[in-house]
């Protein structure tokens, strides 16, 4: 679900880098975040002529950092009315937070390398959309934040991850820390035993 709504904004041609001058409009993290796992991170600038520049980041701080992002500029209009609300619904009803622009960055870039430590690599459109921090400096931000779960990686498939791959990136995590050293959670289909 949260995949085909990114899908369906995507860049447009516009360059995040070019919108990182602005002021920040709002920067808003799923309040849940560290309980399920997973959820939104948005990340927002309103320009000169009054256009939301956005990007969004679907981020796993358990295990897998950005599993998916996207760029879009939209009037404001649009983005109060239509995106933000879709973002949210696609959210499974879950609250945000305001959060300072240095602790957004500072969460996306953790989990992107707490998963590349793991062996994983950020969404292909994360290097796009992340041009949107601009000079926001994460290591103002003073909060600490811990990856993982009870101090050790706990994978969750998702509902975009096909069996192949789940099985794919449990045995990564497996050759990479060993059994004992990783958690899993799989919804089983056909054909996989937990």
């Given amino acids: 679900m949260k ?23 709002e920067c808003l993290v799923a309040k849940t975040l560290f309980e399920i796992g997973i959820g939104y ?11 939301i520049a956005l990007s969004a980041f679907i981020v796993d701080v358990y ?10 500029v939209s009037t404001e209009s649009e983005y109060e009315n239509s995106i933000k609300p879709q973002l949210m619904r696609s959210s499974e009803e879950m609250q945000f937070e305001n959060v300072h622009p240095t602790y957004a960055r500072k969460l996306i870039e953790g989990s992107v ?12 459109d994360y290097n796009y959309a992340k041009g949107i921090f601009g000079k926001i ?5 003073p909060e600490k934040i811990v ?8 994978y969750i498939r998702g509902p975009n991850e096909s069996v192949d791959q789940a099985k794919q990136i449990v045995g990564k995590l497996s050759r ?9 959670t799989i919804m089983l289909d056909e054909g996989l035993a937990e």
Avoid: Q, W
């Avoid at 899908?7 to 409009?25: D, L, Q, R, V, W």
């Avoid at 390398?113 to 292909?124: I, T």
């Avoid at 990479?176 to 899993?184: A, W």
């Fill in 3 to 25: 995949r085909k709504i990114l899908a369906t904004f995507g860049h447009g041609g516009e360059n995040p880098s070019s919108y990182s001058k602005f002021p920040i409009h």
């Fill in 41 to 51: 991170v948005i990340f927002t600038r309103k320009s000169s002529d009054g256009c």
């Fill in 63 to 72: 295990c897998l950092g950005v599993k998916n992002a996207l760029f879009k």
């Fill in 113 to 124: 390398s707490y998963a590349k430590d793991l062996g994983f690599s950020p969404h292909r």
């Fill in 137 to 141: 400096d994460s290591c103002m931000c």
């Fill in 147 to 154: 990856y993982g779960k009870d101090d050790k990686p706990f």
């Fill in 176 to 184: 990479k820390l060993g059994e004992e050293n990783f958690d899993y």
